[in-house]
């Protein structure tokens, strides 16, 4: 058990809905990462917050936002989903923010669009 | 921005036999590579990592090796167990941030 929790385990919706994804981050860690896992294109880097605040962006579409909150937990919106959006949807959380620290990975959030 | 390699794509071994997957980045500012094991239905685990200022790193069974001057890294397993069996993944981050994971490695141990 990685300590960092997300829910919900499965989420079926249809095109043009929005959903949110909740993560809970390990016990002191105050960095949460997002990444996005398809078939096709492996673990892609979505975006990272640290303490509240945004500290980098990968290739997080502009349909995607997130944000951190004070009890550090955070939340990936996804809205005008497209079917091309069904994927495997992971946070991970490290304890530091530029530091190189492990990150752990919750066992993610399995979204199917119809 | 940075890239990362990863090869094989798959690899089967006998069980008892040893087991190296390897990668290169692209980014000489890239500074951490850890190395993740995702079994089915799970998120990845960390299993092992280094720091671009040590160049051999070992866990019991599993080990990494870092050449900073190619930039490349590699995974080696001993004595492979079919527990083993999973997807590997490398990844490559400067300071933290931005990691970019290889595309990973399907690993089968067979009895």
């Known amino acids: 058990d990685s300590g960092v929790t997300q829910t919900p385990k499965h989420l079926i919706t249809a095109t043009g809905q929005r959903v949110t994804l909740r993560c809970s981050p390990r016990s002191g860690d105050l960095s949460v990462y997002w990444y996005q896992q398809s078939l096709d294109q492996g673990l892609q880097f979505l975006i990272q917050?640290?303490?509240?605040?945004?500290?980098a962006k990968g290739n997080i579409l502009e349909r995607f936002s997130a944000q951190q909150f004070p009890d550090l937990h955070s939340e990936l919106n996804l809205s005008s989903l497209e079917l091309g959006d069904s994927a495997l949807y992971f946070c991970a959380s490290s304890a530091g923010g530029y530091s190189n620290q492990p990150q752990h990975f919750g066992d993610g959030t399995r979204l199917s669009i119809l | 921005g940075e890239n990362v390699e990863q090869h094989p794509s798959t690899l089967s071994v006998q069980e008892g036999d040893s087991a190296v997957i390897k990668c290169t980045y692209s980014?000489?500012?890239?500074?951490?590579f850890p190395w993740y094991k995702q079994e089915l239905g799970k998120g990845p685990q960390l299993i092992i990592d280094?720091?671009?200022?040590?160049g051999e790193k070992k866990d019991q069974r599993i080990a990494v090796t870092l050449n900073k001057t190619a930039k490349h890294f590699s995974l080696h397993i001993t004595e492979t167990q079919p527990e083993d069996s999973a997807v590997y993944f490398c990844a490559a981050s400067a300071d933290g941030q931005n990691f970019v994971f290889g595309p990973g490695t399907r690993l089968s141990v067979l009895p």
């Open positions: 980014d000489s500012a890239s500074n951490y």
């Open positions: 917050y640290y303490n509240g605040e945004e500290r």
């Open positions: 280094i720091r671009s200022n040590v």
